[in-house]
């Protein structure tokens, strides 16, 4: 297997190598087809640390777009013991 990737048919043929490859590595072995990567096998638990800093980048680019509607609209935020009192916690 090569950093480039495996081809899918003999990845077919090495799943569980590929597989023990991408968790002990904790690198994506890239599938790839006619030459092309197409496809990744990841460790899941890398997986998942890489949904959850997406999500947190996802939270911290809604929070800069909220922050910057505020500055253009000239508007005051809203006190958060405001919000909270207004949502009943």
Known sequence: ???????ISDAREQ???????????????YLSRRGHRIAAVIDADDLDRILELAEDMADIRAAEAARAELAAAEAAPIPWEEVKADLGL
């Open 1 to 7: 297997m090569t950093e480039d990737g495996i081809s």
């Open 15 to 29: 799943l569980a190598a590929v597989v023990d490859q991408a968790r002990s590595e904790h690198r994506p072995v």
